[in-house]
């Protein structure tokens, strides 16, 4: 039995010092480069969507450098989607179109594994908007001593991209449909007429008015309707710059409110010296 023992220990050695060509084996080596990327829980290579609405206050962030760094690493990472800076969110000492943050060495941190948290502030737009998609992608860093990191686990997709789904809490808004309106306006006569409002297909509160006038062209001019497009930002109605497409070279403005009878009131102007203060009654 002792004799096996010797023997199998003797082969053992043998195969130890034959030099062995790992290519060979069938084995595909390769080294990882340096890189950063936004750091999932646990073991996850793919980061689930981030859901939050306005009033979520900030999101953060983290990005991780796993393989290390001798000095601080300047981050890089763009802003993609369509939601709105300023306006959907915000990164302090970003642009539209991204920014870098910093991530510092942590000495006092054994494993090596440093990381910083990106902080975006999302905002509360007040406009029935809809919801917003923003992603950030990280493009990559260089560290204090030059050396380059690129983004995304092991240079690949992977954690290079964040997407945060912001939900719109705004007002909802409904005023589709045909409506008997009233207008005292530029001669002080009320002029009953009958108006459509159908809503943008696009843009939650968009409306289009196929007469702003409320029946002052067609039955005091004897002229065409004048279509506008109106926004109903939580029962207040707005006009803004929309042209005279029957008289032109003009702008019509104006501002009004959703009433609590379900009747809307809009007060409008343009240049021409026409004015008027419509009411629209839903049929």
Known sequence: MKRLYILLLGFGLMIACTDTNISDQGFNLKVL????AFNAPGENAIMDDIEVDENAGSVSLNIEAPTGTLSDITVDYTFGGDAVFGTDFDVSGATANGGSIVLKVDPTDVQDFDNVDLDIDILTDGATDGDKTLTVTIVGGVNADGDMFVGGRGGTDFLKTATIKIADVDCASD????YSTLTDGTSGTAFPYTVTITESATVNGEYTFSDITGGLYAIGYSAADQPAI???????????DQPDTVFGNDLFNGTGTVNADGTLTLTWSNGFGDFGTTTFTKN
């Open 33 to 36: 480069p340096a890189y950063v």
């Open 230 to 240: 109106v926004n109903d930002n939580c029962g207040v109605l707005s006009l803004v």
């Open 175 to 178: 005023l589709t449909g045909t």
